[in-house]
């Protein structure tokens, strides 16, 4: 795949790949870098000459990169129709050849059974989606009932998620701000991850039922964005102190030498340079914010969302197997949302994501 | 924009940097290190003062205390007569380092216009001063590119150009063209004593490069490592105009030859190199290392 990118992008031209933005950028990149040089200025790289050799390497890369975006992307998206397809095969070729009854080997079964209760075809799960809910008459198509329980998930999820956002950066500025409080809050923050989450979720309902403050009484969808928000907190906290602390001793004598304080050096530095290290941080926090509200949905026996949606069809699955394989769709199609609203965060930071070359 | 500020302060108007008596030790693991003994340096206002010397003679450290980014032990550092704290906070020095620096989300023309942006300069004064100080440097049309779209040099020249934003009447620099090649750098010096021609600014420059030095400054500062402390300072004699014509010149190869010199203390059998550059220019500059020895 690389070999095919790199021997594309040093097919000189900007009609080398196929039009787009990128790569109108690239083409122009290479035409203002063909003016550089022979002007003398470009600094004739790779000569003895270590900052400007990665430099150089750098933009031939980044021209490799770019110039065959296009083709790149579709690469991408057919690999993963692939894998998908694979997954699709695997499971049908095992259901037809494999014994109905599944491999069994001095009485433990090692292999599943594969009888249409234990692992439905593909295709009827998903013809599944799209029939009623239940034989009453004018159900909602399954899909329907799985799109909304997933969107109250969602919802709680994203409570979570800012939640745990707001208490992930504010530890990481404290542990920032005071070295003694870095190395008193860490392991606590460490070993707050250790608890078991199913154990915890009853006891957080407990005490939320009680709590009640003038009008605000505390509903039980916010115990479950309260465990939500426990799982999320932690990558955040984590990805946003490595974050603030990723600039090099250059940039904040820099800002010393410009004589402007902590909180300006934040500002200015520390809060765009971590971009590049909280954005898998709050990836990986969405997703564990999703984990965190199915489960502590489960556990609480929270009514309306997917978890609860997950359970009641599992219990059907006798009858209707295909059935209890809606709601699964329905948590991974939840995970790549979530997963994509943080791409789209990623492309609109896109130029915080830069690295510097030669520092 | 400066230069009315510095003006002001009466007896000591002259001198740009002061140094009197510094000491600099640090607390190691395996006890102190003695960086810097008794150093007194003067620089005075609008002249290029190279620091020369061995790894490890503590010349960077000097640039640093003159900086504010380190603290002296002993002794005391004046710039324009202020303190080195106070000189940082009143923006008194420009400063570059051996990396380049720059911030890579922000354009080429946003990490010129950095130092400005952060104290106050209105949008549309920050924007004529960084397209003058772009083409002063040669980057007018990068104006908008990132610093990871740039090749080392220009990169550097980015920093210069940061350095100048506001004016400073002091430049420090640290190897500022350390990473760059032969070519880039010579080419870089010439157009660093085309700028401080232009803008008049006295310059603190740290080097190890001995061509470097005698090209670009009014004096050299030999120092030696352990403890790192001034050995000799010598005074180029390279009257006129700084051009590329100059590097062929036998003054310059006779200054080049009086630092190689001073660098192995005087001992004339440190002179592997002397013997290749220069060969007989040993005896005709001799005299003019004695001259002003501190």
């Known amino acids: 795949m690389t070999t095919g990118a790199e021997t594309e992008g040093l097919r ?18 290479d035409q203002r870098s063909g ?8 600094n004739p790289a790779g000569r003895g000459n270590p900052a400007g050799r990665v430099a150089r390497n750098e933009r031939i890369e980044t021209k490799a990169r770019q110039t065959p975006r296009g083709a790149r992307e579709l690469q991408v998206w057919a690999y993963g129709a692939l894998g998908l397809a694979a997954i699709v095969i695997v499971w049908e070729l095992y259901k037809l050849l494999a014994p109905a009854d599944g491999v069994v080997i001095g009485g433990l079964r090692v292999l599943p059974r594969t009888t249409d209760l234990a692992m439905p075809h593909i295709w009827d799960m998903l013809a599944r989606l799209f029939e009623p809910v239940t034989r009453a008459e004018g159900a909602a198509p399954l899909w329907a009932a799985v799109g909304a329980g997933a969107l109250v998930t969602l919802g709680i999820a994203a409570v979570g998620w800012l939640v745990g956002l707001v208490v992930g950066v504010g530890l990481a500025l404290v542990m920032l701000r005071w070295r003694l409080a870095e190395w008193g809050l860490l392991p606590w923050i460490i070993l707050s991850q250790t608890v078991p989450l199913i154990a915890f979720a009853p006891i957080v309902r407990s005490w939320g039922s009680k709590i009640q403050i003038g009008g605000f009484e505390w509903a039980d969808w916010m115990s479950v964005a309260l465990i939500a928000s426990y799982l999320a907190f932690f990558p955040i906290a984590i990805g946003a102190l490595r974050g603030l602390q990723s600039p090099d001793v250059i940039h904040t004598e820099l800002m010393r030498s410009y004589g402007i304080g902590w909180w300006r050096t934040l500002v200015k530095l520390r809060v765009p340079a971590s971009v590049p290290y909280l954005l898998p941080a709050l990836r990986l926090g969405a997703a564990n914010a999703v984990i965190g509200a199915v489960v502590a949905e489960v556990s609480t026996g929270l009514q309306g969302g997917l978890g609860r949606i997950l359970i009641q069809y599992a219990g059907q699955a006798s009858g209707d197997p295909a059935k209890a394989w809606g709601p699964i769709f329905g948590a991974i199609v939840l995970g790549l949302v979530v997963a994509g609203s943080i791409a789209l965060l990623g492309v609109f930071l896109k130029n915080y994501r830069r690295v510097e070359v030669n520092a | 924009m400066n230069q009315a500020q510095h003006g002001a302060p009466s007896q000591t108007t002259a001198d740009a940097v002061t140094v009197t008596g510094v000491d600099k030790t640090f607390d190691t693991r395996s006890g102190q290190v003695h960086a810097l003994q008794g150093i007194n340096l003067t620089v005075k206002a609008g002249e290029f003062v190279s620091l020369i010397g061995p790894s490890g003679c503590g010349k960077s450290t000097l640039m640093r205390i003159i900086a504010d980014l380190d603290q002296p032990t002993a002794g005391s550092v004046a710039v324009f007569g202020k303190s080195a704290g106070q000189a940082r906070l009143d923006q008194d020095y420009g400063i570059a380092f051996q990396q380049a620096g720059l911030l890579p989300w922000r354009t080429v023309a946003a990490n010129v216009g950095l130092p400005l942006e952060l104290h ?49 009447s002091l430049l420090l620099m640290d190897e500022p063209f350390g990473a760059l090649d032969e070519m880039t750098r010579e080419r870089m010096q010439t157009e660093l004593v085309r700028i401080c021609a232009e803008t008049q600014a006295a310059v ?47 003054r310059y190869f006779e200054m080049i030859t009086a630092v190689r010199e001073a660098l192995h203390g005087g001992n004339p059998g440190g002179g592997i190199a002397t013997g290749g550059l220069a060969t007989g220019s040993v005896a005709a500059s001799a005299p003019v290392r004695g001259a002003e020895t501190r």
């Open chain 1, 35 to 42: 003016v550089e040089n022979p002007a003398g200025r470009g």
């Open chain 2, 204 to 250: 603190v420059f740290v080097t190890h490069s001995i061509p470097e030095a005698v090209y670009l400054s009014d004096r050299v500062v030999v120092m030696s490592a352990r403890p790192g402390r001034i050995q000799e300072i010598v005074p180029m004699r390279l009257d006129g105009e700084r051009t590329e014509s100059l590097r062929e010149d036998t």
């Open chain 2, 120 to 168: 106050g300069v209105g949008s549309a004064a920050r924007a004529a001063r960084v397209a003058e100080l772009l083409s002063m440097v040669g980057l007018t049309e990068f104006a908008d590119r990132y610093p990871d779209q740039l090749s080392g040099g220009m990169q550097q020249r980015v920093a210069i150009a940061r350095s100048l934003a506001e004016s400073p």
């Open chain 1, 12 to 29: 000189p031209g900007p009609e080398a790949g196929p039009p787009g933005l990128d790569t109108a950028a690239g083409g122009l990149l």
